[in-house]
Antibody
Framework: QVQLQESGPGLVKPSETLSLTCSVS????????WSWLRQAPGRGLEWIAY???????NYNPSLRSRVNISVAPSKNQFSLRLTSVTAADTAVYYC??????????????WGQGAMVTVSS | EVVMTQSPATLSVSPGDRATLSCRAS??????LAWYQQKPGQAPRLLIY???TRATGVPSRFSGSGSGTDFTLTISSLQSEDFAVYCC????????FGQGTKLEIK
């Protein structure tokens, strides 16, 4: 059974950079695409970015200028960096796996979520 | 961006009854549509993908239908553990989600 676990600071100051890592166990990063998503309080889910084990990426156009996603296959991890954060970036951040070969598929495995608050 | 609109926002149903939830896309997503169940403090759980295929381990009381822009999730006989928030997601053109329908006990 594939398991994902997010890690990183729960509090980030405005204008600084949010950094999170997703550790994957029970399976390899290869073959699949891996995503970051978030859910602001009382809001729906928002896709942020995806990456493959070979480093192929794509980003939500609304966040593209501030987001970077990277992968470390040897560690079975992938990471998110979001720069110049504001209170609007306060959310639960999830990592998840696209459950098919390729990008066009649902998310079948999810991390438990990491609450990140942007506040001074 | 494909906008996903779910209705109703809240649905009150008695245990044992049927629940019908709707999801509409602002443009055709073919059958590239998934449904998730989300309980407080938990990650979403995949229920349905391809508009009508149940994910592994999902009980047969959950069924999905539709194609193009209009989709339905039906729960045939509600159990206590089914009261949660349900959201739809399209993955035809990047990924966007509906705002969710809260299924509450009547």
């Amino acid at each position: 059974q594939v398991q994902l676990q997010e890690s990183g600071p729960g509090l980030v100051k405005p204008s600084e950079t949010l950094s999170l890592t997703c550790s994957v166990s029970g399976g390899s990063l290869s073959t699949f695409f891996w995503s970051w998503l978030r859910q602001a309080p009382g809001r729906g889910l928002e896709w942020i970015a995806y990456i493959s084990s070979s480093g192929s990426t794509n980003y939500n156009p609304s966040l593209r200028s501030r987001v970077n996603i990277s992968v470390a296959p040897s560690k079975n991890q992938f990471s998110l960096r979001l720069t110049s954060v504001t209170a609007a970036d306060t959310a639960v951040y999830y990592c998840a796996r696209v459950g098919v070969v390729g990008v066009r598929g649902p998310y079948d495995f999810w991390g438990q979520g990491a609450m990140v608050t942007v506040s001074s | 961006e494909v906008v996903m609109t779910q209705s109703p926002a809240t649905l009150s149903v008695s245990p044992g009854d049927r629940a019908t939830l709707s999801c509409r896309a602002s443009q055709s997503v073919n059958t590239n549509l998934a449904w998730y169940q989300q309980k407080p403090g938990q990650a979403p759980r995949l229920l349905i993908y391809g508009a009508s295929t149940r994910a592994t381990g999902v009980p047969s009381r959950f069924s999905g239908s539709g194609s193009g822009t209009d989709f339905t999730l039906t729960i045939s006989s509600l159990q206590s553990e089914d009261f949660a928030v349900y959201c739809c997601q399209q993955y035809n053109n990047w990924y966007t989600f509906g705002q969710g329908t809260k299924l509450e006990i009547k």
